[in-house]
């Protein structure tokens, strides 16, 4: 699959992963993945999603509603997160920006990148707790 996540740092960071072309379908399969991780969710202090690798991210307007519900049921696990997205492509980062302005969540800080560099210096000082 094109579009992973794992658990980093003993559980306190979780990073999304895509290369070539990803869909809306393969993240929400991955996203409601994690609800059924409860207690491994409340754990979790940022995440990061890296599209690096993707050529082609296929998400129209429509799954783009239905990415944010999702983010709102886990927001129900997952109450306080940075949340950084790395995506240097043009049309990557135009979804992912519209996604971020569908996004509004209480207790999640969420932010848009080009480069991975920029992502992890905010991610380091944007968690809970820092």
């Known amino acids: 699959m094109p579009f992973s996540c794992e658990f980093v740092e ?56 239905l990415l944010t519900g ?7 696990l997952l109450p ?10 043009n049309h990557v980062f135009g979804v992912s920006r519209m996604w971020e302005s569908y996004l509004d969540l209480p207790g999640w800080s969420v932010r848009v990148f080009r480069s991975a560099s920029e992502a992890s210096a905010w991610l380091h000082q944007a968690q809970p707790g820092n």
């Open 70 to 76: 999702i983010d709102q049921e886990l927001a129900q």
């Open 80 to 89: 306080a997160v940075a949340l950084a997205v790395v995506a240097p492509g």
């Open 10 to 65: 003993g559980g306190r960071g979780l990073v999304f992963s895509g290369s070539g072309l990803v869909t809306a379908g393969e993240i929400v399969t991955v996203k409601i993945g994690l609800k059924e991780r409860p207690e491994a969710l409340r754990q979790v202090a940022y995440a990061l999603v890296d599209f690096q690798s993707v050529n082609e991210l296929r998400v129209s307007l429509p799954e783009i509603e």
